[in-house]
Structures are given as structure tokens and as C-alpha cells.
């Protein structure tokens, strides 16, 4: 575990030292104020929010991972646990300064939960009382896309999705993340 | 000691970016440089692919693992590259231009080995790997030296390259490098009206890449 | 002593209401309002918080003050209501009404709150509970708040009701589904204004 904790490391002293910090209700109000005018324009459908999310965070994430390899200087990761590692302790640390608890991985390794004790995104929200939005809506679920843009982007597909949100009632907030496979069209052709 | 230019290559191998910063080297024409960067695409995957697999794992750091490594690009004729560097006595120079150094200064020959150490396990020489192999990062070709100019590539991770062209003399492009791929991150992927993929035209890029490898000049 | 707590919009629309009673001195935080006619309960309150509004609007020019402290009393239920004022416009205003109305105090124009005290002797509802409280200067201010609603203590009291809930209600009205003028439905932040008054009131 010791290359765990010298991850995280890295994490807290890009935190300190690279990365520029905004105003926290700035980034919360601004999320907010995406998601609720997404909840109107699509008049309520939250399937649909959530896929626009998702998609956004796609977008996002496809350009963020180059900030991210430039800052934290990191190398390929020797498998997808340290992938995990590198997700929480640095990832989102340089990005939202939370350290998501990683586990519950399946034992072929190929997925794990990410479990967020504070979501900065969150602050402040409560679903609208609408009766479907507690079941429906994933607020944050452009966290999700921003996952798989970046890994796609790293030659990894991978399947994230919220499981469960403290804004809906539930204890804990958890993202389940899948490794789909690695992408090889990089491939150089095997010779024979 | 001036950079001379940069060119950035997107990782399906089309020129999307070129500047020059200081005169120095011949310019070539807008389609010459496109076919620059589709060349060096293709020079830098086959470099890659040739790079020697290693039987097992000891003995290895030995041997004459990381020998072959020709690296004949369009400009590497005139490469007159610098004797095999003497960091690492071991390894046997085949060719006059490549040798592979392992350690301290990779940037000083050609080198198209794994930047990571070769004695790790490298690729198996006939089973079908995924890409990437986790823990072997395979780099192409890496730098190549002219008496005229340096040419340093830098590939991230996402499959982008970066070439630097430097006087022979110059140090340090690691962190040239580095400081590059930040602007670029900055101002080019952060920029929301950029297309992935396609030719940077982004000024406050411009003005960040150029500000900086001036100062250098 | 029983309260009934609202937000009113700056346009006077009524954004959330809450009644609840004293929990200082044992109370049990259930409001227990008495008013002429039994019937008038129920709306009495809002009826009386609304008929403040002129005078709040008298006050709230007269100062910087985001407290306006007591602004009104209506004797005949002898209610005091007490207010506060955000930088919004928005409204806080909280009506409280002693146990026992045996002997509403003369003049509500004096706040020195020393003068005033009740002699509250029979019990109805809660009010057995402050039954020995004869005179409410020199007490602790908890049974000062339950008996007299001018004292110093109790704008204090008030005060930090007040801020607490303002603190509750700006993070309530950030969330991103929150729109202006909207009824504030929130449990959450229903459930901190019940904590706040059961914390100083």
C-alpha cells in the first residue's frame, strides 16, 4: 500500500502547489444552476438530464486529462487498481480537493466503487420535491462522464454510474466504475 | 541556444500545430510540414514496434538487450550523432547514430527503448498483448541529433506529440517540454470552442509558447 | 410562551411558516396560542404577523439594522412580534405570545423589560410551567425569553434565532432548484429552523 499513499502525495502536493483554487460556491452555484436549467429545458426528464450530464463530463473530461497528465507528470498506470488509486488521490483531489474512499472491487479487478464523503458539487442541493426526482435524477452525474472521457482518452473504456446519492436519502454516495477493455486501435502491428 | 520550432502531431498523426520561434532552420512548405508529421507518425509507431524484445527477465540489463535501434528518418541522414554515450558501457553500439541510454541523460543519442528500466519485463515476444501493457510503456523514437539541431519527441499519453526542434547545445528540453504541454493543456484543451484533434488556432497559445520559447532564444 | 415563525418575500408572499412553543424551563416546544376565540387559532397568527407589516416598513428604514428587534405588539392576544430584516428584502418575522395573557403589559413601547413584570399565576396549557417565575428582572434570561418578551434577553434571543435561521435560509435558497419567490419547502431546512428555536427560544 505504500505506492497507494505515494500517490496520494502527489495528489496533496499538486493540491498545494499547481493548482489554482476558485471560489468553492462559485463552482457549486454554477454546477447548480447547469443541472436546474437542464431540469427545465427537458422538462423534468431526468433520464435525459442525466445522459446530458454524462455527456458533458465526456467532453470534459477528453481535455482535462491532458491537465491533468501535464500537472501530475504521471506515468501509465501498471494496472487498472492503480488507475483507481490515481483517480481518487489525484485526480479528483487536484480537481475538487475530495479523496473518494475506493473499494468493493470485483475479483477480476475490473471494477470498484468510488465512495464520496463530500461532494462539493452537492453543497447546498436538495432535489426538487417533484416525487421523481428522488428516484431519477443523478446530480452529479457528470462526474461519471468526466471519467470515461479522460480514461477514453488513456486508451481505457470504462462504464461509471452513480449507485447511490446522499441526495436522495441514501447513507452514502457511490459511483460504481467498470473497465469495459483497453482500447488498441494505438496498436502497432504485431510481426510475425 | 535557441528552439528553433515546435510542431505538434494529434495522435492520428496530422500537423496540427507549427511555428517557427527563431530563423535558423530551412522552412519547408505548409504541405512539406504535413508530410513531416504523417512521416514522423509513421517513423515513431515502427520505432516503437522495433524496439527489442527482451527473452526473459535476468540477464537482461547485461546482454545486448536494447541494441538495434536504427532510426533512419528523412532527416536523420545528416545525423551525426554523438558516439555512444558512455553511461552505460554495456551497451554495444551497432549503428553509429542509436544507442539506447538507459539512465541519467536520455536526451543525448537517439534512443527507442523503453524509457522505463529494460530490465522489467518486456514484451512477450509472440503472445497477443493488449494496448497498453500496463507497466511496459513502449515510446517510440525519442530524440534524434543533428550537428545542426536537436529533435526531441515527446508523446503523452493520450497519444499527442510533441516536437521540439533545439540547437544541439541546448539543455534541459525535458522541462521545456513539460512547460509546453502545460500551455498547451491550458490553453488549448481548456479552451471550449477548440476542437479536439483539429489545427490549434488559439492565440492566447500563441502568445503563452511564444513568450516562453523566445525568452529561451 | 408559543411563537410562529414566517418568511415573507419582499412582495409580502409568505415563503414558510412554522409554529412552536418555548422549550426553555422544561417547555415541550409545542406552541399552544390563545387567542379571544378558540376558532381564530389557526389564522389568527398569520393575520397578526400581517397587520405588522406597515410598521415594519416604517422601521426598517430607520436604521442599518439588519434585527429589527420588537417591532409591534398587539395587545389584545398580547402577540410581539419581532423582525428581521434581509438584504434582499426578504422578511423574517416572528410572532411570540406569552403563557399567560392575565395581565398583558400596558405599553409595549417599554423595552427596559425591568418594569414589566408578569405575575403569571393560574395555569392554562402550558403556562403551569411558569408559574413560579413572579417577576421576571434578575432571572436567568431562559425564564426572562418565557416571560417577557421586551427584555433585553430576549431580543437577544431573538437575535441569535434570527441569524441562526438567516445562516439556514441562505444555504436553503442556494440550492440550484430553488427559484425566487418560490414557497421554501425544504424538510432540511424546516427541521434547522425547529433546532434554532428549541436552541434559543
Known sequence: MSSSTKVSRIGEELWKTKIDKVNAELVTLTYGTIVAQLCQDYDGNYHDVNKQLEKMGYNIGMRLIEDFLAKSNAGRCANFRETADMISKVGFKIFLNVTPTVTNWTSDNNQFSLIFDENPLADFVELPDDGRAQDELWFSNILCGVLRGSLEMVQMQIEAHFVSDVLRGDDTTEMRVSLVRYIEDEMPPEDD | ?217 | MSYYFTILSPTDVPLFNIAFGTSKSGGDGIARFRFPEAAQNTYMTQFIIHSSLDMLEEAQWMGGNMYLKHIDTYPPASSYISAFLTPSGTRFLLLHQPPQPNLPPSSSSGPGGGSMSLSVTSGMGSSGLFGGSGSSSGRASSSSIAANPTSPQTEEAVRQFMTEVYENYVKTVMSPFYRRGMEVKSPVFRGKVSAAGRKWL
Open chain 2, 1 to 217: 541556444m535557441p528552439v528553433y520550432s515546435l510542431i505538434i502531431i494529434n495522435k492520428a498523426g496530422g500537423l496540427v500545430y507549427q511555428r517557427e520561434f527563431q530563423p535558423g532552420l530551412r522552412k519547408l512548405s505548409t504541405n512539406d510540414y504535413l508530410v513531416l508529421a504523417g512521416t514522423f507518425h509513421g517513423v515513431h509507431a515502427i520505432t516503437r514496434s522495433i524496439t527489442p524484445k527482451i527473452p526473459n527477465q535476468n540477464a537482461v540489463s547485461v546482454t545486448s538487450s536494447t541494441t538495434q535501434t536504427p532510426t533512419p528518418t528523412t532527416t536523420a541522414a545528416a545525423a551525426a550523432a554523438a558516439s555512444p554515450s558512455s553511461t552505460s558501457v554495456l551497451s554495444p553500439s551497432s549503428t553509429s547514430i542509436p544507442t539506447p541510454t538507459p539512465t541519467p541523460t536520455p536526451l543525448s543519442t537517439t534512443s527507442t527503448t523503453t524509457p522505463a528500466l529494460p530490465p522489467s519485463t518486456s514484451t512477450p515476444s509472440n503472445a497477443t498483448y493488449t494496448y497498453p501493457i500496463p507497466n511496459l510503456p513502449l515510446s517510440g523514437l525519442e530524440t534524434l541529433e543533428s550537428d545542426k539541431f536537436t529533435l526531441t519527441c515527446f508523446q503523452t499519453l493520450t497519444g499527442t506529440k510533441f516536437l521540439l526542434f533545439t540547437d544541439p547545445q541546448m539543455a534541459n528540453i525535458e522541462g521545456i517540454m513539460k512547460t509546453v504541454y502545460e500551455l498547451y493543456a491550458d490553453y488549448v484543451m481548456k479552451n471550449p470552442f477548440y476542437q479536439l484533434e483539429m489545427p490549434v488556432r488559439c492565440e492566447a497559445f500563441e502568445r503563452g509558447v511564444g513568450g516562453f520559447l523566445r525568452a529561451r532564444g
